[in-house]
């Protein structure tokens, strides 16, 4: 009984928040979401490249971990080699564990727009390597960084014909990235859960391509948005989710917003984290006005309400 009272006792933090304190198999549940929170670095787009140092101790000082990386415009991983950036990384108390890289030569998206700086200028973008052209040098690069995931952030999908060309490229990166040490993993945005034939590019990929070469890093607001339920994704394919893209949207799913500001929810998602194979959370917002503020507001919000 002393132990239980102990733990009720330290736990009883739970009453003072959105969750009654209950059960001890309800408290069980949400101790479980004890996972390391990350940063996807295409939030600080607009300043990382004027001081990475500065900007990565920043991420270390609000206690974020783990680092989810993206292009650069000094080129290269923020103007380093791989390498460099991981050991840049352990320096200030950071883990890399992740790449994201485009799987066809860039181009906008549908209904994308150019990524601002944070005066609201357009961001012009360099040559990016990509999986479609220079697949085995992205592979190499990036397991030289000794990440565990390469990532990609998208490939043409907007027809039949490109989400036929789309698979083989992906198989055999997976394949490639096996061999290297890496997990191939797919980023999603709304479009892959839109019909393009008879099927959606989402379910394609899952259905045609092998676990062991592609997981997938399931961005849960774009996935809202299309109408996708994540917790249904989770349990029809268990295990194939060990990433996640955790960032908010506004009433009219228009808007990125911190987390816990929005209209997702994050309690009944994160409950379903054992069945998806989730090891790593990264938050991501898009283009956001203040980057460290919605970092840090986003950060505050989990710790409080669900990864206790």
């Known amino acids: 009984m002393a132990n239980r009272r102990t733990f009720i006792k330290q736990t009883g933090a739970y009453a003072l ?40 101790q920043k991420l270390a000082d609000l206690g974020y971990k783990n680092i989810e990386s993206a292009f650069s415009l000094q080129g290269g991983y923020y103007g380093k080699t791989p390498k460099e950036f991981a050991a840049l990384l352990k320096d200030l108390g ?6 994201h890289v485009l799987g066809a030569p860039f181009k906008l998206p549908p209904g994308a727009k150019m990524p601002t700086d944070d005066k609201g200028n ?8 990509n999986l479609k052209e220079n697949m085995q040098e992205v592979v190499d690069s990036v397991a030289e960084g000794g ?3 390469l990532v990609c952030a998208n490939i043409p999908i907007t027809t039949p014909e490109e989400v036929a060309e789309a698979v083989p490229i992906l198989t055999k990166t997976g394949e490639l990235c096996k ?14 859960f839109k019909k ?3 099927s959606t590019p989402y379910d394609v990929f899952l259905s045609q391509i092998p676990s062991d070469l592609l997981k997938m890093e399931l961005d849960l607001a774009w996935a809202t948005k299309a109408g996708a339920d994540p917790v249904a994704l989770f349990e029809k394919n268990p295990g194939r989710f060990p990433l996640w893209h955790v960032k908010d949207l ?17 309690k009944r998602i994160f409950k379903s ?3 998806a194979g989730l090891k790593y959370p990264f938050i991501e917002h898009d283009m956001p006005a203040d980057a460290f503020d919605s970092l840090t507001k986003s950060k505050v919000y989990l710790k409080k309400n669900i990864l206790k």
């Open 147 to 149: 990440i565990e995931y």
């Open 122 to 129: 357009p961001i012009k973008i360099p040559p990016m390597k």
């Open 196 to 198: 393009v034939g008879d």
């Open 250 to 266: 506004d009433k009219d799913m228009e808007t990125v917003k911190p987390v816990g500001e929005g209209i997702i929810d994050f």
């Open 17 to 56: 928040g959105s969750l009654a304190l209950g059960p001890v198999s309800v408290l069980d549940d949400y101790r479980k979401y004890r996972y390391d929170l990350g940063v996807q670095l295409f939030t600080l787009m607009a300043v990382i490249d004027r001081d990475t140092r500065g900007t990565m």
């Open 273 to 275: 984290a054992k069945t």
């Open 94 to 99: 950071l883990t890399w564990r992740a790449h």
């Open 179 to 192: 061999k290297a040490g890496l997990q191939l993993v797919y980023h999603n945005h709304d479009w892959e």
